[in-house]
């Protein structure tokens, strides 16, 4: 396949990742999707590097697929296990029901497509990432499972970054992903101290300051 | 670079004795010292370049940053209130050491740690040209504020971090995707080949941008920079975290994060409006900013816990100044900026004198205090008089430049609102200022009576209260006319 | 080739390869199990000794029961007989809804039956069977609409020609065959739905709807579900050649029947390695199967 054949079979299968992990209530399941589409985006931005002739790029690609592909599902699967969490079973509406809510959402997105004509390629399945970002966060009530949430939405924003014509500047993309990597951190360190707490990590229970 | 070199040393040697120094009540003191040679530095390098117009506008060797007017000016607001911040800081640990359960050593090591860098970190949003610097600056402020918020480690203040962390996250997360949308616009413009994130270089061909696509980007950039500012209907955490910092932290949060904030919304405004979409602009920002200050207002009438007043009232003002930038109007902004972080670090710092003394936020238990400490209470009192907006403080100029701003447009429906919600808001903090001071004590001793002088707990707030007035009395058009002249 | 073509032939297919595929499943299982396992032969053996039985039938049964697994096999058969499932082309031409209606009414009349003995049992796999039909048929039928659309025809012969070396057919064909499968894995009461050894009447799906039956109708159904299997399966194989480069017919056929046996390891292995779900997760499977139709349709409406 050519260069944009595989960017596009690329980024549609990293925005059908993230569907999946809109039907799975499985904790690690939903990490090891999230560490697969790191893994999909990031041989995507290799890819891209390599055809423009951008070396940096692939330098941020490799980081991704090690960084966020690796060592960010590894360690959200140990803070889990640390906290003791396995399925996220308290959402507002069962798997399914959200599953096709998202459907419908993706395929709103796609009927929009002639809006913009000056978008990059990407643009579609990265709107459609970001938006299936947001729907974990909102419908997850485990602190670890908002976290997953808040990386496929930054994922979402990485694929629309490297899908334009002229990628960002490196030292932008670096900063973006080491900042992205010290919030997940940070947030699993608050996870912790949340269960330790209150012995439990249900967001929606944390209720006490109101007003 | 010497004017980028002299911002860093002091704040990174806190950083190292923070790292370094164990003993304890050494390290706050050592914090204020460095940070009071910091501001002298800072005042000595800076300072001139308000005045002289020679050397305005120029593009420092390092890339990315811009030491341009609203640049300049915030790095000496950031820097005054920093100062005051840690000078304070060093009574307040003292006085945090004496409690039943002293907080560790640790912590306060972190404190100062996270505090110093968060200070560099301010410096980089507000002087950033480059908008992507200006995302990771804001994005690192978030991380690095979010340990000063957790510093008392309880329930309540776990809670607030993490509302704090996500949220704040979040939205600044849609702010990226705005900043690579604005960047795919400057592909297209024809000029800036391959795209450049730079706002001068953004501003300066800002019409040969696509109209559609800076439309776009700027509402997911005002979504993410209003998620830190606090605007309405992002601005959950604020009234958490600004709540449960210690003092110095929160004035610190109050005082110049949120500054910082409305500064990366000013620049985003400014090039919307020079590529054309100020209707946008207007349509988008001016309500947001009319219901935050609305919403707060009201919220103020109904508050028990003396810290989140002040929270409020801050998340009030963000709503005046966000006014003032949807209007276009620079004199305001700054104005209220100035004035906002003086007064509001004072009052946060003598809330904090409160807490520690009578180990409650909650309004209602903390009564008839005029008789029990007259100074501090007057001081108190003239705080949340200058926080409201009332003569002859330096807030009521200010405030009163945004609404004869909007006047001048002719938009005298949102003069009413806002002078109503002034209104609203300055009857809440008067009744509940009334609430504190007067009215017979309860001394039936949860207070601690302290036994340093009272002059070490007003100090730096009566200082600033000093400051406030005198923009308000002494050189407000002096104030005024060099604001103004600063804008070109 | 036209020996191929001839009914004779293929009815001895028919008779033949649905009870060797089950054979094979079973006796993979047990190899992975670390058993030796039954012989490939032995379904063959064990529908000769019930249609040698007598049967039991409960007094408060009607004919329903009585009619219902010939009614049954009767319409697999012809499905059977429509479907191009072996990689050559049917006898019957068949249509897509024709087939999708026929299979559905046997389903019908065994859960009647079922539901005519008056046993608890019975009417409680009835309810499940129709329960866990209403999840998964949709899946099925958009997954095959969807390749009828692109096809212009519902015939199974266009349907499942596509357009060779077309970028849109492999991948429909990918979102179609994963659709269809999670869709067929319901259908045919495999794991993880139902789990078809299972010994617990509480548990059962299928094996609760046919509890009741014994002797010649037994077997009557034992073969109608071998039947489906092999139906189904060979669907699945079809879908899957789609997106490949056309073949002569001999080739098709060898291809097909090799197709077979690897679904069949597949199936096999599945059932080693998955638990079954709890009855209240079931929907949330079979939404990964409607999602995968539902988006295969929309790829088909906005790219024809």
């Known amino acids: ?211 | 670079m010497t004017l980028l070199a002299v911002l860093i040393p002091c704040p990174l040697l806190i950083c190292i004795l923070a790292l370094a120094g164990r003993r304890r009540g050494v390290l706050p003191r050592l914090a204020a010292v460095a940070m009071g040679i910091h501001a002298l530095i800072v005042a000595y390098f800076w300072l001139p370049r308000l005045h002289d117009s020679a050397i305005r506008v120029q593009e420092l060797p390092v890339h990315g940053l811009n030491a341009d007017t609203t640049g300049t000016f915030f790095v000496l607001v950031i820097t005054l209130v920093a100062l005051a911040s840690f000078t304070h800081a060093t009574g307040f640990f003292a006085r945090e050491s004496q409690v039943k359960r002293p907080p560790a050593d640790r912590h306060i090591s972190q404190f100062y740690f996270f505090a110093a860098l968060f200070v560099l970190a301010m410096y980089v949003v507000v002087l950033a040209d480059n908008l992507g610097y200006m995302w990771i600056g804001m994005e690192a402020t978030t991380l690095l504020s979010a340990p000063l918020v957790y510093f008392h480690r309880s329930r309540h203040s776990l809670e607030a971090t993490w509302k704090y962390l996500i949220i704040c996250s979040v939205g600044i997360a849609f702010g990226f995707f705005g900043t690579a949308l604005i960047y795919t616009a400057s592909q297209h413009s024809g000029v800036l080949g391959d795209g450049s994130l730079s706002v001068l270089a953004l501003t300066a061909h800002a019409h040969q941008l696509p109209a559609g696509l800076v439309r776009m980007s700027y509402v997911f950039l005002l979504l993410g920079y209003g998620t830190k500012a606090g605007l309405f209907p992002l601005h959950n955490w604020l009234p958490d975290a600004h709540s449960e910092a210690p003092a110095p932290a929160s004035a610190l949060l109050s005082g110049s994060l949120l500054n910082c904030a409305l500064v990366a919304i000013w620049r985003v405004s400014g090039l919307a409006q020079a590529a054309g979409q100020g209707a946008l602009v207007r349509v988008t920002l001016l309500p947001m900013a009319v219901i935050t200050v609305v919403f707060a207002s009201l919220c103020l009438i109904k508050q028990r816990d003396i810290k989140r007043l002040l929270a409020y009232s801050s998340m009030e003002n963000v709503g005046i100044m966000a006014a003032a930038i949807s209007l276009g109007s620079w004199p305001g902004f700054a104005l209220q900026a100035l004035n906002h972080s003086v007064c509001k670090t004072a009052v946060f710092l003598l809330a904090g004198n409160l807490l520690q003394r009578f180990k409650t936020k909650d309004i209602g238990e903390i009564k008839g205090l005029l008789n029990i400490q007259p100074g501090h209470t007057m001081l108190l009192l003239l705080g949340l008089a200058a926080v409201a907006g009332t003569p002859p403080f330096g807030s009521f100029l200010a405030e009163w430049q945004i609404l004869s701003s909007a006047a001048d447009q002719h938009r005298l429906w949102l003069v009413l609102i806002l002078a109503a919600a002034l209104a609203v808001a300055f009857i809440a903090l008067a009744l509940q200022a009334g609430s504190i001071a007067f009215g017979k004590h309860d001394a039936s001793g949860k207070s601690i009576e302290t036994a340093d002088a009272s002059a070490s707990l007003i100090l730096v707030p009566g200082v600033l209260m000093i400051v406030s007035l005198c923009l308000g009395i002494a050189f407000p058009m002096k104030a005024l006319a060099l604001i103004e002249g600063v804008l070109r | ?304």
């Open chain 3, 1 to 304: 080739m036209n020996w191929m073509y001839s009914l004779p032939l293929y009815v001895v297919h028919i008779l033949i390869i649905p009870l060797l595929l089950i054979g094979f499943i079973r006796k993979v299982k047990a190899r992975l199990q670390n058993r030796r396992g039954p012989s490939i032969l032995q379904p063959f053996w064990d529908i000769a000794k019930m249609l040698s039985k007598a049967e039991t039938i409960s007094k408060t049964a009607s004919g329903t029961f009585r009619m219902a697994p010939m009614v049954n096999l009767s319409a697999v058969f012809t499905a059977a007989l429509m479907v191009p499932w072996l990689g050559v082309p049917s006898p019957i031409a068949g249509d897509l809804f024709l087939v999708v209606y026929l299979l559905a009414a046997g389903k019908f009349c065994i859960g009647l039956a079922a539901l005519d003995t008056g046993s608890a049992f019975g009417a409680l796999g009835a309810s499940r069977e129709a329960a866990v039909s209403i999840h998964a048929e949709p899946a099925l039928v958009l997954g095959l609409a969807a390749l009828a659309v692109h096809a212009h025809s519902s015939k199974f012969s266009t349907l499942l020609a596509g357009t060779p070396g077309n970028e849109l057919t492999t991948i429909l064909a990918a979102l179609v065959v994963v659709a269809a499968w999670v869709a067929v894995i319901a259908d045919l009461s495999r794991m993880p739905v139902d789990d078809p050894t299972t010994h617990l009447e509480l548990t059962m799906v299928h094996e609760a709807l046919i509890l009741e039956n014994s002797g010649r109708n037994l077997a009557l159904i034992e073969y109608a579900v071998a039947l489906k299997t092999s139906i189904l399966l060979g669907l699945i194989g079809q879908i899957i050649l789609m997106g490949a480069p056309r073949h002569s017919i001999g080739t098709t056929y060898l291809l097909t029947l090799l197709l077979l046996a690897i679904a069949t390891v597949v199936l096999a292995v599945s059932e080693t390695v998955f638990v079954k779900l709890g009855w209240k997760r079931v929907p949330n499977l079979q939404s990964f199967g409607t999602g995968a139709a539902i988006l295969a349709c929309l790829l088909v409406a906005l790219k024809g």
């Open chain 1, 1 to 211: 396949m050519g260069l944009p054949q595989s960017f596009e079979f690329g980024a549609v299968s990293a925005a059908l990742l993230a569907l999946w992990m809109v039907g799975i209530t499985d904790f690690r399941a939903s990490v090891t999707l999230f560490g697969i589409q790191s893994f999909v985006l990031g041989l995507v931005a290799i890819a891209i590097g390599a055809r423009h002739g951008e070396p940096l790029l692939i330098l941020v690609g490799v980081a991704v697929i090690v960084l966020k592909g690796l060592i960010v599902p590894y360690y959200l699967i140990y803070a889990g296990r640390r906290i003791g969490c396995r399925r996220d079973s308290l959402m507002p509406v069962s798997a399914p029901t959200q599953f096709f809510i998202a459907l419908s959402l993706l395929s709103l997105v796609l009927l929009l497509r002639p809006l913009h004509a000056e978008l990059p390629t990407s643009t579609l399945p990265a709107v459609g990432i970001l938006i299936l970002g947001m729907m974990l966060m909102i419908t997850r009530r485990l602190a670890v499972s908002q976290i997953v949430g808040f990386l496929v939405l930054e994922n979402g924003i990485f694929l629309y970054t490297i899908g334009q014509s002229h990628s960002m500047p490196i030292v932008v993309e670096i900063g973006v992903l080491m900042d992205v990597l010290s919030c997940v951190m940070l947030a699993g360190l608050l996870a912790f101290k949340i269960n330790k707490t209150f012995e439990h990590i249900d967001v929606a229970e944390l209720t006490e300051l109101i007003g």
